[in-house]
C-alpha cells in the first residue's frame, strides 16, 4: 500500500498546488482504506511521558490540523501522531498562498496562521476514535484576535482532556504575530501554570509538552528551562519552523514571509535540541523535529538528545516510504552497535553540537 502511494500518487500530488495537494492527502488517508503495519522491532520501543511508543517516529502536528486521519497515520507505521494546531474558535489563518515547497533546497515556506476549525469540530472526531488504538497528542494554540491568550491554551486544555493521550503548548509558531512573545520567562510560567492547573482538574493526569522554536538565543533558552524545569512539564518538542534563512537556499520562493522547514532547517534545529538536552540535565525527555529526512537524519538527531522524533515536511519530497525507512535505518545502527534499545545512545553527542556552535 504504502509502495502504491509513493510511486503513483505522489507524483500527481506534487504536480498540484502544494496546499490542495495537503488536502488530497488527509482526504485520501482519511477515506483509502489502509492496513495496518506489522509489528514494530522491539528496540523501538520508547518510554517516554507516562507512555509507551511502539516505536519513536511520530507525525508532526501542522499535517493533520483538523484531527481527519491519525488512525490512518498510525495505520502506516507512525508510533504516535499529532493532530492541530487547534484554536478554540474557527478561523481561516492567512490568506493563500501560505505553502510553499522549495524541490531544490528540500524544504518548505509555510505561512497558514493556525488555520483551524475550532475546538468543537476537532473534538467531535477525536471522540469518535476514542477507543481506537495509538498515541495520538493534541496540539493546543490560540485564536490570533483573543484578548487573553493564555485562556485560550487552558481551554484547549480541557476541552480535549478525554481524548488527547498527551498535549503540546504551541507557543513557538511564527506565523501568529506576537504568539513568540509567550517564551518570555514570566508569560510562560504564567501559561504553564494555569495549563498544569487545568490539565490537573481533568478526568485523568496527560502528559504536557511544550513547543518552541529554533530561533531563540541561548539566555532565552536557560529562561525557557528554568522555567519548565520549575513547572515540571513532562516535555519539550524542539524545534518548531525558522524565520531565518540560509544562505544555501536556491529556490525563489525561500524568500516568501513564513517558517522554513525540510532539511535546511536540521542543523538549527538539532543544535537547539542538543542546547535543551544539557539545560533539561535528564529531567524529562525531549522530542526532536525539524529536517528529519533520513534514517541517518533521524540517528543524529536522537544521539543529540531526543528520545522521539517527529517529521512532516521530508514526506513531500521523500514519500509516505520514509518511515518504514527510518526505522530500519535505526534498528540497524542499533544492532551493529549492539544496543538493545534506544535509550542507551540518547544524547550521546549532544556536546558534540554545542561545539559545533
Known amino acids: 500500500m504504502i509502495g502504491v502511494f509513493d510511486n503513483l500518487a505522489r507524483p500527481l500530488l506534487l504536480a498540484l498546488d502544494a496546499e490542495a495537494a495537503h488536502r488530497a492527502t488527509i482526504l485520501g488517508l482519511k477515506y483509502a482504506p489502509i492496513p495496518p503495519c506489522g509489528a514494530d522491532d522491539p528496540r523501538l520501543k520508547v518510554e517516554a511521558f507516562g507512555l509507551l511508543f511502539p516505536n519513536p517516529v511520530g507525525m508532526a502536528a501542522g499535517f493533520d490540523k483538523g484531527g481527519e486521519a491519525p488512525d490512518a497515520l498510525i495505520g502506516l507505521g507512525f508510533g504516535f501522531a499529532e493532530v492541530g494546531t487547534i484554536t478554540p474558535l474557527p478561523q481561516p489563518g492567512n490568506p493563500k498562498p501560505r505553502l510553499f515547497r522549495l524541490p531544490a533546497d528540500k524544504g518548505v515556506v509555510n505561512r497558514f496562521g493556525f488555520n483551524s476549525e475550532g475546538h468543537d469540530v476537532v473534538h467531535r472526531r477525536l471522540l469518535a476514535r476514542n477507543a481506537r488504538r495509538g498515541i495520538v497528542g ?91 524545569r520549575a513547572r515540571k512539564i513532562d516535555g519539550m518538542i524542539v524545534s518548531n519552523t525558522t524565520i531565518s534563512r540560509p544562505t544555501s537556499l536556491r529556490e525563489a520562493s525561500a524568500k516568501e514571509s513564513g517558517g522554513l522547514s525540510g532539511r535546511p ?42 528520545s522521539l522524533l517527529q517529521l512532516y515536511s521530508a514526506l513531500v519530497f521523500e514519500g509516505v516510504g520514509l518511515v518504514a525507512r527510518m526505522k530500519r535505518g535505526i534498528v540497524g545502527r542499533l544492532a551493529q552497535e549492539g544496543h538493545s534499545s534506544l535509550a542507551s545512545v540518547v544524547g550521546r553527542k549532544a556536546m558534540d553540537w554545542r561545539v559545533a556552535t
Do not use: C, W
Not at 491554551?153 to 488527547?164: P, S
Not at 542546547?275 to 544521539?303: H, M, N, Y
Open 138 to 228: 493534541v496540539n493546543v494554540g490560540a485564536n490570533k484576535d483573543a484578548k487573553d491568550r493564555i485562556a485560550d491554551y487552558v481551554a484547549g486544555v480541557k476541552k480535549f482532556a478525554d481524548v488527547a493521550s498527551y498535549f503540546t503548548i504551541n507557543i513557538s509558531s511564527p506565523n501568529t504575530p506576537g504568539l513568540r512573545d509567550l517564551q518570555q520567562a514570566a508569560q510562560l510560567d504564567e501559561l504553564l501554570a494555569r495549563a498544569i492547573d487545568a490539565r490537573d482538574a481533568g478526568p485523568a493526569r496527560k502528559p504536557l509538552l511544550l513547543k518552541i522554536a529554533p530561533d531563540l538565543a541561548l539566555e532565552d533558552l536557560d529562561d525557557i528551562v528554568r522555567v519548565a
Open 265 to 306: 532547517l536540521f542543523d538549527l534545529s538539532t543544535r537547539m535540541l542538543a542546547e535543551t538536552f544539557l539545560r533539561v540535565e535528564g529531567q524529562f525527555p525531549l522530542v526532536g523535529a525539524g529536517g528529519l529526512d533520513s534514517p541517518e537524519s533521524a540517528f543524529a538527531k536522537i544521539e543529540a538528545g531526543a
